[in-house]
C-alpha cells in the first residue's frame, strides 16, 4: 500500500523539467540529485516533497532523453509513485529500472486533484482518490520483481546470490 499527497502536472512533462539537464554532468550523490528534482517546473518540489507522495502526469509523461536522472531524482526523493495517463517509453523503462512504480491510468490521473491525498493498493491494483476507486492493469511478474528488489540492479544481485554467484 503506498500513500501519500499529490503534486499533479499536465501533459508532455518532459526529462529536461523532471531533472534539468545542466545538472546532468555536475550534479554527485543522491542528495545533490534530489535537490534538483522538477526545480524548473515547480521550485518548491524538492524541499516540500515527503515520502510516499505521489506525482501524477497527464500524456506522454517523462518525453525527452533517457536521462536516468529523470527517475533517480524522483526515487531519492521517496515518491512512492507516478501515476499517468500515458509515459513516454524509455521514462517508463527507467523508472521500473530504478524501483519507481509507474501506473499507467488515464482515469485517475485525470480525476486526481493537486495535494490530496491518495492510496495506491497493490494487491487490488486500485488507486483511491477523493472522486472514488480505480482499476489498474497488472504488473508483470518481472515487473513486480524488479520493483520488490528496489531496482533492476538489485534485483540482478539478489538472482545473483540465490544462484551462488559471485557479483
Known amino acids: 500500500m503506498i500513500q501519500g499527497r ?6 508532455n512533462v518532459n526529462t529536461d523539467v523532471l ?3 545542466k545538472h546532468t554532468y555536475t550534479a554527485k550523490g543522491r542528495v545533490e540529485i534530489a535537490s534538483h528534482a522538477l526545480e524548473d517546473l515547480d521550485p518548491d518540489f524538492a524541499s516540500n516533497v515527503s515520502e510516499g507522495d505521489v506525482i501524477v502526469g497527464g500524456r506522454n509523461f517523462g518525453c525527452g532523453s533517457s536521462r536516468e536522472q529523470a527517475a533517480t531524482c524522483l526515487v531519492y526523493n521517496g515518491v512512492g509513485a507516478v501515476i499517468a495517463e ?5 521514462f517508463y ?3 521500473i529500472n530504478n524501483g519507481l512504480l509507474a501506473i499507467v491510468c488515464p482515469e485517475a490521473a485525470q480525476a486526481i486533484l493537486w495535494q490530496e491525498s491518495v492510496s495506491i493498493d497493490l494487491e487490488r491494483l486500485t488507486i483511491k482518490c477523493a472522486s472514488g476507486h480505480f ?12 520493483l520488490m528488489a528496489g531496482g533492476l540492479v538489485e534485483q540482478v ?3 545473483l546470490a540465490s544462484a551462488g554467484a559471485p557479483y
Open 157 to 159: 544481485k539478489r538472482r
Open 86 to 90: 500515458s509515459f513516454a517509453r524509455i
Open 135 to 146: 482499476e489498474f492493469p497488472p504488473l508483470s511478474a518481472t515487473v513486480q520483481e524488479i
Open 6 to 11: 499529490v503534486w499533479k502536472y499536465g501533459d
Open 19 to 21: 531533472f534539468p539537464g
Open 93 to 95: 523503462r527507467n523508472a
